[in-house]
């Protein structure tokens, strides 16, 4: 199947790290990517990951990937309000041209 | 650069009219794609374009139809509204080879009655 999926919701204080996680499906994924939607907008490409690497850091954002347990987390470091949004993962299909997106986890940052 | 742009924002329809949904880009992307959104189902594939001239359905395609204008647009066509269709509907493109990463419009919310 091409479900990926996500826990629907966290909620974490400003400040502390948040962790997002992920399940997908496809073992022959070549990438693996974290998108961020905020309210009334679209979706935004945040990270990705190369399936050949383990982990990934790009400032507050670390990506780690088990690829036995086709699972995905997301790490933020030190959360902020502005952090709150929802966050979709999502795998590329051995010869598609087109991305699967889990179901998104609504991250709430309170102060 | 406008990245990508959908127009309308806001649409109402009764059950049975047809509309449009327009999308255009200004980055020289390939490919294009038209994903609905509904609520704890994420984003699922309409149809996509990997090129110009060519369209492939995604996931659920039935009740839409697309067509690839030239290069920069892409739009998607509810020829007979039904209420399962009220979602937020989504364009995006990506250059070729790099179709994961993927820049979207603001969105259409739709509403049929």
């Known amino acids: 199947g091409e479900d990926v999926e996500q826990s629907l919701f966290l909620s974490v204080r400003e400040g502390d790290s948040s962790v997002i996680n992920c399940t997908y499906t496809?073992?022959?994924?070549?990438?693996l990517y974290w998108y961020k939607q905020e309210p009334g907008a679209g979706l935004q490409l945040l990270t990705y990951?190369?399936?050949?690497?383990d982990m990934k850091q790009d400032q507050r954002l670390t990506v780690l990937l088990n690829k036995k347990d086709k699972h995905l987390s997301l790490r933020i470091a030190d959360t902020q309000t502005g952090d709150s949004a929802i966050y979709f993962c999502a795998e590329t299909l051995s010869g598609f041209q087109k991305l699967v997106f889990g179901t998104g986890t609504r991250l709430l940052v309170s102060p | 650069n406008a990245g990508v742009t959908q127009t309308p924002k806001f649409q109402v329809l009764k059950t049975g009219q047809s509309m449009t949904l327009q999308c255009a880009q200004d980055m020289n992307h390939n490919s294009m794609y038209w994903y609905r959104q509904d609520p704890g189902m994420g984003l699922r594939l309409i149809y996509y374009?990997?090129?110009?001239?060519?369209?492939d359905k995604g996931e659920v395609p039935n009740g839409y139809n697309v067509s690839r204008l030239n290069k920069r647009e892409f739009s998607l066509r509810l020829e007979s509204a039904a209420p399962s269709q009220t979602s937020v509907y989504f364009c995006?493109?990506?250059?070729?080879?790099?179709?994961?990463?993927?820049?979207f419009g603001p969105g259409t919310r739709l509403t049929v009655l």
């Open positions: 496809d073992s022959s994924s070549t990438y």
């Open positions: 995006a493109s990506s250059s070729s080879g790099m179709f994961g990463t993927q820049y």
């Open positions: 374009s990997a090129s110009e001239g060519t369209t």
């Open positions: 990951i190369f399936s050949n690497m």
